[in-house]
Nanobody, 122 residues
């Protein structure tokens, strides 16, 4: 059983920065793609960024490209999301996820999810 635990969320003013972290409890499951998703109240969960385990290729949602950076530390089972230039529309619950395919950041391709960490931009 894989556990994903996110941290680093909080409240920040527009234009500010936050760094989210996610730790995976085990490495026995194949992590073909690790990703961040977010869900705002009344909206569907959307893919924010993903990173392929095999070669480190990164994928970003259009609304965050150029502002957010996803990184992973394979040895430590860690996933990070560095968020700069935060906007009000970035307010959401952010989830760490493991799946089998990154391109398109389709949530149907992800079977393991964390509980989420809240990011609020004012």
């Amino acid at each position: 059983h894989v556990q994903l635990v996110e941290s680093g969320g909080g409240s920040v003013q527009a234009g500010g920065s936050l760094k989210l972290s996610c730790v995976a409890s085990t490495y026995t499951v194949s992590k073909l793609c690790m990703a961040w998703f977010r869900q705002a109240p009344g909206k569907e969960r959307e893919g924010v960024a993903g990173i392929a385990e095999r070669d480190g290729s990164t994928f970003y949602g259009a609304s965050v490209k150029g502002r957010f950076t996803i990184r992973h530390d394979v040895a430590k089972h860690m996933l990070y999301l560095e968020m700069n230039g935060l906007k009000f529309d970035d307010t959401a619950m952010y989830y760490c996820a493991i799946g089998y395919e990154c391109p398109g950041l389709d949530r149907d391709n992800f079977g393991y999810w964390g509980q989420g960490t809240q990011v609020t931009v004012s």
